[in-house]
Every structure is written in C-alpha cells, then in structure tokens.
C-alpha cells in the first residue's frame, strides 16, 4: 500500500508536468516502477537519496513476498507428506530454491522482459490469481468453517479479531474474485508488450503455465473424492466438513503444557 501512494503520487506529478492524462504517462508493469518513477526523482534535490530510498523499499517488499510465497508452498508440500519430507525439510527448501533460481535465470537474460511479461499475466496475477483465491476463501470460510478460522485466530492472537473479517471471508472476498474473474475472462485480450503482439504458441505456453496452477484443485479434489471409500454423503461429509473440536484441542493444549511443566518441576 505504501507503495502504491509513493509511485502514484509521482505519475500523478508525471502527469501534471507533461499535461497528460496518467494512462499516456505509464502503463501498469515494472516500467511504472524502473521507468516513470526514476525520471521523475531526476527532478527532485536530492536525487540520488530518494532514488536509494525507493529501490530499498522494492528490494525489501520483493522480499517479502518472496518469503510468504515460498513459506506457503513449503508447508503445504512437507504437511501433505510430513513422513519423507519434515526429517529432511532443509534440503526440499534448499531444492525449491534452486529449481526457483533457475527458472528465473531467462527473466535476466537478453529478450526476458518478453518472459516476465508472459509469467506476469498468466501465471502470476489475473485470471490464475483469483481463480486460487476464490477456492481458497471457499476452502477456509465454507469447508473447514469461519467460526472455527476465528477460534483458531483468538488461540493465535489472544482475541476475537472484527467480526467484518467474518463476512469479508463468507461472502465479500469470495464474490469479489469470482465477479472479477468473470469479467477478465469476458474483457481478455491478446498479450503484448509495446508493439510486440505475442504469437499463439507463446500464449499456449502461459496457459499451461497458468492451469498448471489452477488445475491442481480440481484434480486434487478427483483424487481424493476417488480415495475416499463410503457413500456419496459420507464422502461429502468427510471431504467437505472435517470434524475438529476446538474446545477438546485447546484442552489437550493446556494439557500437554501442564505436563510438560510439571515433568520440568519435576526434573528441578
């Protein structure tokens, strides 16, 4: 957010300087941040100091997201499979990295503006976004239950959060995904980069970057419905709604802390 106000309040500057409207001066992309905005600190006293101040502030948000998503996918991979990968947890993340450093390697080469742009609107925002945050909404609010999401964060936090976080993840988030999803899918244009029109084979190669995402839901949820012995009610029940009691996990909680408290006294 912060960056957002910084580099807009600087197209806006752009804008006014040049009398332009802002959709002549930048476009979205990397050109709005490594383009518009360092001709504009040009102008500033003090440039070089604002300039530093700026592309530190991209390193670290980079960073940042690099963390969350990295973090994301570990957990979910080592929880599926905690018997082969938690024991060896620093070598999977170790081997994540790597495949993740050398699939970045032609973003950097000569021509990779022309792959960033192909990661960047198939697979990295857009329709392959919110499709995931559509499910995983539905996943945290419908399935495993909003009531029990809020338990779990008092547990974390010490406290109830807002009950309008509540509605955000039953109805607000999910319907917003789904609405705009919808609308890029009807209003989807060719990809381009400047006058460069892509050819079809190379938006063949991010569709399949992008369903290779969003396809592992649908097909994982095959598979488990196909897993899952019983009848069509007992496997929607299983899948669908787990059976978790917050109450009896909080007091197994307090009970492995009192032992261990006690087993501690004890050992004193």
Known sequence: MFSGFVVFSVVGFMAQAQSKPVSEVAASGPGLAF?????????????????????????????????CTMEGFITAVVDEWPRYLRPHKELFI?????????????????????????????????????????FECIAISWAYGANKFYENLKDMVGYYPCPWWKWCWIVFCPAI???????????????????????WWGELVGWMMGLSS??????????KWTQTPGSFEHRLKILCRPDIDIKELR????GGIVSKANSDITSL
């Open 214 to 223: 969003m396809l592992c839901i649908p097909g994982y949820m095959i598979y």
């Open 251 to 254: 007091m197994q909680s307090i």
């Open 35 to 67: 383009l518009v905005y360092p001709s504009a600190v040009l102008q500033l006293p003090g440039a070089p100091f604002w300039s530093a101040l700026f592309f530190i502030m991209l390193l670290f948000v980079g960073l940042d997201s690099q963390f």
């Open 177 to 199: 995904c789904f609405g705009v999803f919808c609308f890029s899918l009807i209003q989807y244009n060719r990809l381009t980069y400047l006058t460069y029109e892509y050819p």
């Open 94 to 134: 170790a081997v994540v990295c790597i495949l993740s450093y050398l699939v970045a390697i032609p973003i950097v080469c000569q021509g990779g503006m022309y792959v960033f742009k192909l990661f960047d609107y198939y697979a990295a925002s857009g329709i392959c976004l919110l499709f995931l945050i559509f």
